[in-house]
């Protein structure tokens, strides 16, 4: 079974400012990673995903991550955040192996001041 | 295209009773997967239903079963609720074998008194 890790469950940055968001997992064989967005009173919305390939991942809204293996981390990153950018952010993985379930993070809320 | 849509948007029911919770899946896709997301934690599998069988299961108990139909659509049904039982309640939808691209509603929101 995998898990998932979100270090911070609140990071308050200023706008303009670049900011990343943690995520560690843990999993015997491979996973898909992903990094959700949900804003208030919404389901979540998927920003990025890792498959395979290229370790640096391009999302919507200008954000980006990382993936690490041998760190078994996938960190969300973006170099300038807006106002809209306040919301949590969840990460994610599920198996590779085609139905299984997604299991998440416990969520990072992302807090731009003004 | 619709999305996934989910049924009724908020529910407020008393303990010990029983609800009904639907989701339609986006345009064809054939499984449908539900979560429960507590207030300040990310959301837990609680199934998933595909060809209108329950595929797979997480750490939940028989209060929570669900069903699916022909045209995919899906029901969440939580007997004897407790108050613990409050929280959002998401569906996700997706081809079968392509967990990689799940969609989800913007989930009921249930609170339990």
């Known amino acids: 079974a995998q898990s998932v890790t979100q270090l911070d469950s609140q990071v308050p940055v200023f706008e303009e400012a670049p900011v990343e968001l943690r995520c560690n997992y843990s999993s015997s064989v491979s996973v898909y990673l992903f990094w959700y967005v949900q804003y208030p009173n919404q389901g979540l919305q998927l920003l990025l995903k890792?498959?395979?390939?290229?370790?640096l991942v391009k999302g919507i809204n200008g954000f980006e991550a990382e993936f690490n293996k041998s760190q078994t981390s996938f960190h969300l990153r973006k170099p300038s955040v807006h106002i809209s950018d306040t919301a949590e952010y969840f990460c994610a993985a599920t198996l590779l192996a085609g139905y299984q379930k997604v299991t998440f993070g416990t969520g990072t809320k992302l807090q731009v001041i003004p | 295209d619709a999305g996934v849509t989910q049924s009724p948007t908020h529910l407020i029911k008393t303990r010990g009773q029983q609800v009904t919770l639907r989701c339609s899946p986006k345009s064809g896709h054939d499984t449908v997967s539900w979560y429960q997301q507590a207030l300040g934690q990310g959301p837990q599998f609680i199934f998933q239903?595909?060809?209108?069988?329950?595929?797979q299961r997480g750490n939940f108990p028989d209060r929570f079963s669900g069903h699916q139909f022909p045209n995919y659509s899906s029901e969440l049904n939580v007997n004897a609720l407790l108050l613990g039982d409050s929280a959002l309640y998401l569906c996700?939808?997706?081809?079968?074998?392509?967990?990689?691209?799940?969609?989800f509603g913007s989930g009921t929101q249930l609170s339990v008194l």
């Open positions: 890792y498959l395979s390939g290229s370790t």
């Open positions: 239903y595909y060809e209108e069988e329950e595929r």
């Open positions: 996700a939808s997706s081809v079968d074998g392509e967990n990689e691209k799940l969609f």
